[in-house]
């Protein structure tokens, strides 16, 4: 069954897409990430213009979010505190990504921007992932700890102003690293059509030393309200959120976050951050073939003589 899409000028398959929804929103319930890095370049390949692709996944994050947020919420694995810091720091970021958007749509340079954007920051996150999430592993199965945070150890945002106490998180850290982490993850939410929870989960765990717990239930938690504010502006100045996709997107996205949020809870953390790290670099690869390789249909645009 076909269905017609009115700002993408095109039908689709209604089980594909569905599918598409289920499947991300499995993988937020699971990983605490939005999905929209896998979602974006899913509709793409699918076919899809790239705006509409980067305007409408937000839509899909917000749904997917909300389910995999409750469930994590009522696991007391939220850190409501961190996550509002999170998402003042978003909106404003999500306000510049837009206008950056508009820009770049008038030069004619922004497939090749997001596609090149895509594969720098998957790379480079899915390979620090890799690294560290092997090394843990290894370490687990000779027996010591898979601990990221010793007890009393201090890390490179102690010494920052305007401390604060995150008590779910175990954290008195600086209220600036959280702050600029959640305006470039709101930037990244405009231009890549991401929740940015491929970034956010990463450098919580890593940088400020959040338990992988609760970095899962807040990560989710700003993500709703981020993609939310980008999901309006997308609308509003580039009119570029189809509606009918969005709500196939979501019904799928729900269905598949429940699911994804149980079974996080069979795995341990070290696991999830080394399956995650697989999947952010299988898609890395899969958007940087497209761009070195030979488009299937080439042409050339020739002057033609008005006489």
């Not at 689709?12 to 599918?19: I, N, R």
């Not at 149980?262 to 899969?286: D, N, S």
């Amino acid at each position: 069954m076909n269905l017609y899409l009115p700002i993408a000028e095109m039908s689709v398959s209604v089980v594909l897409m569905l599918g598409m929804g289920a499947s991300v929103g499995f993988l937020s319930g699971l990983f605490g990430v939005g999905g929209g890095f896998l979602l974006t370049p899913l509709l793409i390949f699918a076919g899809l213009p790239t705006a509409v692709a980067v305007g409408t996944a937000p839509a899909q994050v917000v749904a997917s979010s909300v389910s995999g947020a409750l469930t994590q919420w009522r696991r007391g694995n939220v850190d409501f505190k961190l996550g509002l810091i999170l998402v003042a720091g978003g909106v404003v970021g999500s306000f510049v990504g837009v206008n950056l958007v508009t820009v770049l749509r008038r030069t004619g340079q922004f497939d090749v921007f997001v596609s090149l954007t895509y594969v720098t920051l998957l790379g480079v996150v899915g390979t620090l992932m890799l690294i560290e999430s092997l090394r843990t592993l290894k370490k687990t199965k000779a027996g010591g700890s898979s601990s990221l945070r010793r007890s009393g150890q201090h890390n490179w945002s102690h010494g920052l102003p305007l401390k604060m106490r995150f008590q779910r998180s175990k954290l008195y850290i600086s209220a600036l690293p959280p702050l600029m982490l959640g305006a470039f993850v709101g930037l990244l939410a405009a231009i890549m059509g991401v929740g940015g929870g491929f970034l956010i989960v990463p450098a919580m765990i890593y940088l400020l030393h959040v338990p992988t717990n609760v970095v899962v239930g807040t990560s989710q938690f700003q993500i709703i309200f981020v993609t939310g504010v980008t999901t309006i502006l997308n609308a509003t100045t580039s009119q570029s959120v189809d509606i009918v996709l969005a709500i196939l997107l979501m019904i799928g996205g729900v269905i598949g976050a429940e699911l994804g949020a149980a079974a996080g809870e069979k795995l341990r953390g070290e696991q999830l951050r080394f399956l995650l790290a697989l999947l952010v670099l299988a898609v890395c690869f899969r958007v940087g073939w497209d761009l070195i390789s030979t488009p299937p249909d080439v042409f050339s645009i020739q002057s033609r003589d008005s006489g």
